[in-house]
């Protein structure tokens, strides 16, 4: 997603249950339904784990409820982790649908969410039967954005989905701030009255009866608006086909850049629609909108999960991986460790247990908690608590599916080095460039004709991509991290890795008397100009310049040489194997402050929660980094190489964790040994 012209606060993810209050229709078209109830409160789950306060800051924040599907049974509901929310795994039970926060008063402990009343899907049903002393579990929101900066004006549109946002927008809107918005209804009699502020014109468009999503008023509206002076932000939220159309416009004729076109897809119109509109118009003329509505397919989500499958390369090629090695010999005679099976493959110690979890995740193989085979046990007799299997570690066997390997045509067929599937990898890389016609166009030949891994890795579009994606992602948590209590007292803190020009404008926001000195990568230089300078910001191009102009600084203000009292690194996992991260950690941790602390902010991949796509994304990233997406064990395993001892963890943001950590200074001989790393 482009970044937009909007600042964005992402907060750690929340559920709770609320219980309904209130009831009632705001116009035939619209049902409020008010919420309260101790849990919006900060408070702890039953898990344990801190569920934060309720907060809804930004105009279109939403939240999910969660319902039940009365056809498919299971009593799992989505649980507090830490900062995310962990959704049961097999969780066709349930589903969730988004509605925006209209109304947020903290004083009085209450939301509303405004919900579109018509025959529909599981959402509509539970507004329809929805009664005061009900409870819902809800979820979120996940972020707050504010209004739109550095333009000229706004333009807001949407259809009745979008009305909660923009009627809660009306009434927060910026003084002085110009914008024309135009809402979308069903029939004259779904108006609401809404505040317009000055500098702000409000238009209705009604369908006069026509079917959601079936006329193109919005684009009408837009394209024949008397566009004022300037470029505006354009924020549209509706129907999915109807907005293709608008941003298109917007995009293409109305030439505006990305980061001013805010396009949200609300909803999406089915193909059998007109059916079933035709039914709702029926079922609404004989009186019956009032009642429950027909639970429909989930057929938009359906969609979209089954295009992905069909997109998705890599199980297939970690399957083809598995084969090659020769995994079915690995565990011919019982479970095994990762660690036995890397040895008795010859295969990497670090990528064995990588690839173990994700095979587990795709079913090709199984784990369970101890129980390896003794190595080197010829009968196959399983013994627990071998030297190699500590408490806590894993034995996998085959499942059904993947004791197909054991069949040695089988494995010979998959197996990479097997010259059909050398062809077969050799089209499948080849394909773009050969479709395109773009053979000698050396961006793309470079891609593919060089080693694919080194290709992805050294592509410069390829990491400046990944940098834009990590400032992204920063300015989401930036907020977050600075308003944690962890940098108090802290005056000159080193901020590195990608995302790191993000965090230290947060950090300097909120310690007025911070000095920070970011490192700053060769495909960060865009986002350092973006930022613009600041007078206790100093961009550095590598380590060592960062303390020497810490050393500087001090030496100018204080006449004393002085040493960081925190280093901020994020995002060094992934392209760090255990090794090289360890000494990047060590030696920045020795240049520390006494007392000082280094804290890295990373994604920690959770095993509990997990699903197939984190695992391929951590494979992924070893694959072209040597790190990948490490467990909380894998990073404390790191920090105990690099002597460090962890002072606490912290969760920020959309689930990531900062750890804090502090250098543990060599024993005297006398001294007894430190312990290092312990949670
Ligand atoms: C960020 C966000 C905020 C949102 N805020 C609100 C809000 O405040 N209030 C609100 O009412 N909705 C809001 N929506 C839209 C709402 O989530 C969808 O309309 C949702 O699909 C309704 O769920 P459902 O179970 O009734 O229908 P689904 O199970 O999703 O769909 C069932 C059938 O109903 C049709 N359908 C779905 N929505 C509509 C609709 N609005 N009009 C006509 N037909 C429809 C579908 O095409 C499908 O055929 C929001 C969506 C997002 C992403």
């Given amino acids: 997603m482009a970044r937009l012209r909007r600042s964005?606060?992402?907060?750690?993810?929340?559920?709770?249950?609320?219980?309904?209050?209130?009831?009632?229709?705001?116009?035939?078209?619209?049902?409020?339904?008010?919420?309260?109830?101790?849990?919006?409160?900060?408070?702890?789950?039953?898990?344990?784990?801190?569920?934060?306060?309720?907060?809804?800051?930004?105009?279109?924040?939403?939240?999910?409820?969660?319902?039940?599907r009365p056809d498919q049974p299971g009593t799992d509901r989505p649980t507090q982790g830490r900062g995310v929310v962990r959704w049961p795994r097999d969780g066709a039970h349930i589903l969730?649908?988004?509605?925006?926060?209209?109304?947020?008063?903290?004083?009085?402990?209450?939301?509303?969410?405004?919900?579109?009343?018509?025959?529909?899907?599981?959402?509509?049903?539970?507004?329809?039967?929805?009664?005061?002393?009900?409870?819902?579990?809800?979820?979120?929101?996940?972020?707050?954005?504010?209004?739109?900066?550095?333009?000229?004006?706004?333009?807001?549109?949407?259809?009745?989905?979008?009305?909660?946002a923009i009627g809660r927008w009306l009434e927060e809107w910026p003084?002085?701030?110009?914008?024309?918005?135009?809402?979308?209804?069903?029939?004259?009699?779904?108006?609401?009255?809404?505040?317009?502020?000055?500098?702000?014109?409000?238009?209705?468009?009604?369908?006069?009866?026509?079917?959601?999503?079936?006329?193109?008023?919005?684009?009408?509206?837009?394209?024949?608006?008397?566009?004022?002076?300037?470029?505006?932000?354009?924020?549209?939220?509706?129907?999915?086909?109807?907005?293709?159309?608008?941003?298109?416009?917007?995009?293409?004729?109305?030439?505006?850049?990305r980061d001013c076109v805010e396009v949200s897809r609300y909803w999406r119109r089915s193909a059998s629609e007109g059916e079933s509109d035709r039914g709702a118009q029926t079922r609404g003329r004989s009186g019956t909108l009032g009642q429950p509505g027909v639970w429909g397919p989930d057929a938009a989500n359906g969609r979209l999960e089954a295009i992905y499958r069909k997109a998705d390369i890599f199980p297939g090629f970690a399957l083809r991986v598995a084969a090659t090695i020769g995994l079915a010999d690995a565990l011919a005679d019982g479970p095994r460790t990762a660690r036995q099976i890397a040895e008795r493959l010859g295969i990497d110690r670090a990528g064995a247990p990588k690839l173990l979890r994700y095979l587990e995740s795709i079913g090709i193989v199984k784990a369970r908690p101890g129980g390896a085979v003794e190595a080197g046990a010829a009968d196959g007799t399983e013994t627990t608590g071998t030297s190699d299997a500590a408490p806590g570690m894993v034995a996998y066997t085959l499942t059904e599916l993947g004791r197909e390997l054991e069949d040695e045509r089988i494995a010979e067929?998959?197996?990479?080095?097997?010259?059909?599937?050398?062809?077969e990898i050799g089209g499948m890389l080849s394909l773009a460039p050969a479709v395109a016609g773009k053979r000698s166009d050396d961006d793309v030949e470079h891609w593919f004709s060089a080693p694919f891994s080194d290709g992805a890795k050294h592509h410069p579009g390829i990491l400046a991509e990944k940098v834009a994606q990590e400032a992204e992602q920063a300015s989401y948590n930036a907020g977050s991290l600075a308003a944690d209590p962890v940098f108090e007292g802290d005056s000159y803190v080193i901020v590195g890795g990608t995302g790191g020009i993000e965090y230290a404008t947060a950090?300097?926001?909120?310690?007025?008397?911070?000095?920070?000195?970011?490192?700053?990568?060769?495909?960060?230089q865009d986002e350092k100009q973006r930022s613009g300078s600041h007078p206790r910001i100093v961009f550095v191009d590598d380590p060592v310049e960062a303390v020497k102009a810490v050393f500087t600084h001090s030496m100018l203000t204080t006449g004393e040489p002085s040493k960081p009292d925190a280093i901020f690194f994020t995002n060094l996992s992934s392209p760090n194997d255990d090794e090289s991260l360890a000494m990047v950690l060590g030696s920045a941790a020795s240049?520390?402050?006494?007392?000082?602390?280094?804290?890295?902010?990373?994604?920690?991949?959770?095993?509990?929660?997990?699903?197939?796509?984190?695992?391929?994304?951590?494979?992924?990233?070893?694959?072209?980094?040597?790190?990948?997406?490490?467990?909380?064990?894998?990073?404390?395993?790191?920090?105990?190489?690099?002597?460090?001892?962890?002072?606490?963890?912290?969760?920020?943001?959309?689930?990531?964790t900062l750890f804090e950590l502090e250098h543990v200074k060599k024993p005297d001989r006398s001294e007894e040994p430190d312990q290092t790393a312990d949670a």
């Fill in 8 to 68: 964005i606060d992402a907060y750690g993810i929340t559920t709770r249950t609320l219980e309904v209050l209130r009831v009632a229709d705001v116009t035939p078209g619209m049902r409020r339904v008010t919420m309260g109830g101790p849990q919006l409160a900060a408070h702890i789950a039953p898990n344990g784990n801190p569920v934060a306060a309720f907060r809804s800051d930004g105009f279109d924040d939403a939240i999910e409820v969660v319902l039940d």
């Fill in 96 to 164: 969730s649908r988004a509605y925006t926060v209209r109304r947020w008063d903290a004083e009085a402990g209450e939301i509303d969410v405004d919900v579109v009343r018509r025959v529909g899907g599981p959402g509509t049903a539970w507004v329809q039967r929805v009664r005061p002393g009900d409870e819902i579990q809800i979820v979120g929101p996940k972020a707050s954005a504010g209004h739109p900066e550095g333009v000229a004006w706004t333009l807001a549109a949407g259809d009745e989905t979008a009305l909660p």
């Fill in 175 to 257: 003084e002085g701030a110009r914008g024309r918005v135009f809402v979308e209804i069903g029939e004259d009699s779904h108006r609401q009255d809404l505040p317009i502020p000055e500098g702000v014109e409000l238009t209705w468009l009604s369908r006069r009866g026509a079917a959601p999503g079936t006329a193109p008023l919005l684009l009408d509206a837009i394209r024949s608006a008397e566009w004022w002076d300037g470029t505006p932000y354009v924020w549209v939220a509706g129907e999915a086909a109807a907005l293709a159309s608008i941003r298109r416009w917007l995009r293409n004729d109305a030439g505006l850049p």
């Fill in 413 to 423: 067929a998959l197996g990479l080095s097997n010259p059909d599937v050398v062809k």
């Fill in 507 to 524: 950090l300097v926001e909120v310690y007025e008397d911070m000095l920070v000195v970011v490192m700053v990568s060769e495909y960060e």
């Fill in 591 to 656: 240049t520390l402050a006494e007392g000082g602390h280094l804290l890295l902010l990373e994604d920690v991949l959770d095993p509990t929660a997990a699903t197939g796509c984190d695992y391929e994304a951590d494979l992924v990233e070893f694959s072209l980094g040597g790190g990948g997406i490490r467990t909380d064990d894998e990073f404390l395993a790191v920090f105990q190489q690099a002597g460090l001892r962890l002072r606490g963890r912290h969760a920020i943001g959309w689930g990531r």
